[in-house]
């Protein structure tokens, strides 16, 4: 009984631990409301990737309505992490989070209506990725407002558990709709969905914020971010990686929707399923990450991501059978979560308060920039050879990328 009594506490104490930024008044009105949010952005993002291939039957329009999403994080991203270290981070988040809302009941009306076309998607993606280089750099550095410093990397972790829950129950929850109702209820219930991380966010009493920007004009302020992360050989390391991640990895997942009708002969709710699987994965990593937080291992499990990530998706590339699929999808979301969230980790708690949203929108740049590169040259080439050959280049292509980042800089497997 003692034994069994023993186990139960630990296991509890555990528990505790692994959801530590919890105890934080403001975190948790964070978490509730933004998992309501992303769910009913994961419902939109599936129902688009899927409308997209109905409307195209074209991997390569996949690619492109990705570029027009990504692209924006290339210009404006520095800029919104400029601004975030300026402004009030929660009211530049509530305009970005509200401008969002309305473009998902736009593109619900046009679904509605009928009117709907390949292009109104890529301009509406488009104005969706500008919104979202502003949101990001805002929502990245908001992290610390909200809880103690020594939760911050819990508190990352259980952002990305919070963004992989959404992940899992989004996508399953669009792909049912979609083959029920259509997907301009899938985009009606974004739209709506974002009413809860507004109210949260109102709701927020935070410690006032002493804004001690850098001197000087914007230029020169995003001037010092850029020198900042020059000088910094682990940060620079750090980028690296997650510029190929993001090319390889998230070119692989624009082609789901594809790869769901043409590989695996399946429908909405298959398309649903995958991207499910993926989430999953990446969920139980963002807790596994969470929980191995206060032993100080972050560059060791993130080299084991980064060099199993790529093995798995070979192996995924070769798999017809859909349970076995899914499975591999969930190792893959598992051992990119491994990379992604121990790298902002690590990015986060590495950056002085005063150059953190700068330096954070850096990273959100070559993270979210390498996405629609990675994403038009998927599309590209399976439209040209096929989704199975793409993702064995890519399988290939990000083993040798991560390879040469570590021998380049043996320190980020030692990094605590």
Known sequence: MHSLSGISSSFKTNLKL????????????????????????????????????????????????????????????????????????????????????????????????????????????????????FDAPARQSFVVEMVDREDLTNAIALNSTMFNMATVVGPAIAGLAYAWLGPAWCFTINGISFIAVITALALMKLPKRVNTPAPGNAMEQLKEGLDYTRRSPIILGLFALVGTVGIFVSGLFTLIPAWAVDVLHGDATTNGLMLSARGFGSMVGGICIAYLSRFHIRGKTMTVGSMVLPIIMAVFALITDIPLSLVLLCLIGFCFMLVINNINSLTQTSVPDELRGRVISIYIMVFFGSQPIGSLIAGQLAEATSETLTALIFSGCLLVSAVLVFLRLPKLKTVP
């Open 18 to 133: 692994t959801f530590i930024a919890l105890r934080h008044p403001n975190y948790r009105l964070w978490f509730y409301g933004q998992l309501v949010s992303l769910v009913g952005t994961w419902m939109q993002n599936t129902a688009q990737g899927f409308l997209v291939y109905q409307l195209t039957n074209s991997p390569a329009f996949l690619g492109y309505v990705s570029f027009a999403s990504g692209i924006p994080s290339l210009f404006f991203t520095l800029f919104g992490g400029v601004i975030a270290d300026r402004i009030s981070r929660r009211l530049m988040i509530i305009i970005t989070q509200a401008s969002m809302s309305v473009l998902a009941f736009i593109q619900a009306a046009l679904v509605f209506s009928g009117l709907i076309q390949p292009w109104h998607i890529m301009i509406l993606a488009f104005l969706l990725g500008i919104a979202t280089a």
